[in-house]
């Protein structure tokens, strides 16, 4: 049998179990990061593509009438440029076709008949006022909020031509947000986030490029914290002022060109090649010392970087399509981390619902 205690050593023990320090609470667990595996992509898109009967006489279609692009022909290049580009990790799927025998409603309900919308096209005359689309309307009339929810697809690709009032990409969804336009009204009930392109099929895949570019530029500026740059960037560019180029983020350092950053270009953006002076001037052929090459060994830039003169020939010589894809093409695109951020920026701006926008203020 065991020795029974004492009073004065219960006592003893009572007070110190009354005094002791709490136990401290488990600590809480890390934010959850990112693996910075290499995931293959397969967005599924439903595109909707306007192409109203114009002649009721002959039933031509809008495209034809203008002898516009084939919209077809335009997202079967698009998805091959993007899928190279993205060193075949973004492979784009038409989930569901859709050819409308309408033009899409004006916010405040107008709309034109296909007779109005051609002779608006052909004269410059008479636009309608304001130009911006119902998204609501065309939400709606789609029901894409529900097929969204649904997994049914990710995004949508809108085709129209001039004066239909899209934003070139737009957000919707829990949590949307600017994204080079929107982000998208009442959207909030709908779980996930996804993305409206607007495509015009009276311009090319260039152009289509470009607003996935500016989607890129949009997106990684909110993952990285560089809102104000890109601002800052665009609008220095037109009225010139420098940067020295210290403290600046991977994705500062990536858009940098010789208009803000004297001898140090970089990327450049969207609209700034490395030597261009202003907006769209992707055919400069004065040379600047540029380290673009470098961002193919991305995340292991060199030091010192590697500068060496570059002119639009480097770039396609003006073209808007090769200027596009080479900027896409050197957009980080490997498996690791670096900084919490992952080394494929791709992810963030084709998957709007990666866990990180959660994590973001």
């Known amino acids: 049998m065991s020795e029974s205690k004492s009073f004065l050593s219960v006592l003893l023990e009572f007070l ?15 934010p959850p990061t990112d693996s910075g595996n290499l995931v293959p992509l397969q967005p599924r898109v439903l595109m909707i593509v306007y192409n109203p009967v114009v002649d009721n006489a002959t039933g031509k279609k809008l495209i034809e ?37 309408a033009l899409p409603a004006k916010k405040d309900g107008f709309g034109y008949t296909p007779q109005e919308y051609v002779t608006v096209v052909q004269t410059h005359r008479g636009a309608h006022d304001p130009d911006a689309v119902d998204y609501d309307a065309l939400l709606t009339q789609f029901s894409i909020l529900a097929c969204i929810a649904a997994n049914d697809f990710d995004e949508v690709w ?3 031509g001039p004066y239909f009032g899209f934003w070139e990409s737009a957000m919707g969804g829990a949590g949307a947000f600017f994204s080079n336009g ?3 009204p009442n959207t909030a009930q709908c779980p996930r986030k996804f993305v409206v392109m607007g495509f015009n099929y009276e311009r090319g895949v260039g152009e289509m490029l470009e607003d996935l570019g500016h989607r890129a530029e949009a997106i990684l500026v909110r993952v990285f914290g560089s809102e104000s740059f890109l601002q800052w960037a665009y609008t220095r560019g037109r009225s010139p002022a420098t940067t020295t180029g210290t403290n600046l983020n991977l994705l500062e350092r990536f858009l940098c060109f010789d208009q803000i950053a004297p001898g140090k270009a970089n990327m450049g953006s969207v609209h700034y090649a490395p030597n261009s002076q202003a907006d769209y001037a992707w055919g400069v052929t004065t040379p600047v010392p540029s380290c673009a090459d470098d961002w193919k060994q991305f ?25 596009h894809k080479w900027w896409l093409a050197h957009l980080p695109q490997v498996a690791g981390t670096t900084n919490g951020i992952a080394n494929n920026w791709w992810k963030y701006f084709i998957d709007v619902n990666d866990p990180i926008f959660d994590r973001l203020p």
């Not at 110190?16 to 609470?25: H, K």
């Not at 084939?70 to 993007?82: F, G």
């Open 182 to 184: 929107g982000p998208l």
């Open 158 to 160: 809108l085709f129209g």
């Open 65 to 101: 009438v203008m002898r516009w692009s084939d919209p077809e022909q335009l997202a079967a290049d698009y998805i091959a440029d993007v899928r190279e580009c993205s060193g075949g990790l973004v492979n784009y799927q038409i989930a569901q076709r859709l050819e409308v025998d």
């Open 16 to 30: 110190a179990r009354l005094f002791q320090s709490p136990t401290p609470p488990p600590a809480p667990a890390p």
């Open 299 to 323: 995340p292991n830039l060199p030091e010192p970087l590697n500068y060496r003169a570059m002119d639009a020939r480097d770039w396609g010589n003006g073209d808007i399509r090769a200027h």
